[in-house]
């Protein structure tokens, strides 16, 4: 790896750390419809082998959502740096 390609990785590197502040709350689980009838939004987190639901309503609805979708960026951010942390380790050769 020539050094414009690790410039360009840590560059990215960088953007992505720059991204990660901008996430705000998260909360790992779903927003799940529940009821046959008249159906009621849930939050559901697995925990322990065990589901755990929390009732939203149509007012915390919305949030839950947006927590749970920046939960998933956050995924996402991460698998990239991980990729681009094992590039430049796999060529570090100390400093």
Same mark, same amino acid.
């Given at each position: 790896?020539?050094?414009?390609?690790?410039?360009?990785?840590?560059?990215?590197?960088?953007?992505?750390?720059?991204?990660?502040?901008?996430?705000?709350?998260?909360?790992?689980?779903?927003?799940?419809? @529940?009821?046959?009838?008249?159906?009621?939004?849930?939050?559901? &987190?697995? =925990? +322990?082998?065990?589901?755990?639901?929390?009732?939203?309503?149509?007012?915390?609805?919305?949030?839950?959502?947006?927590?749970?979708?920046?939960?998933?960026?956050?995924?996402? @951010?991460?698998?990239?740096?991980?990729?681009?942390?094992?590039? &430049?380790? =796999? +060529?570090?050769?100390?400093?």
């Amino acid at each position: 790896m020539d050094s414009t390609e690790r410039a360009t990785l840590t560059r990215r590197l960088a953007a992505l750390h720059k991204r990660l502040a901008t996430i705000g709350p998260l909360m790992r689980g779903s927003v799940v419809t @529940i009821g046959t009838r008249s159906k009621h939004p849930y939050f559901s &987190l697995n =925990k +322990n082998k065990k589901t755990h639901l929390i009732y939203l309503g149509k007012k915390r609805e919305k949030r839950a959502r947006q927590y749970s979708a920046n939960y998933h960026t956050l995924l996402e @951010i991460i698998e990239e740096m991980t990729v681009l942390n094992m590039a &430049l380790l =796999k +060529n570090y050769h100390g400093d």
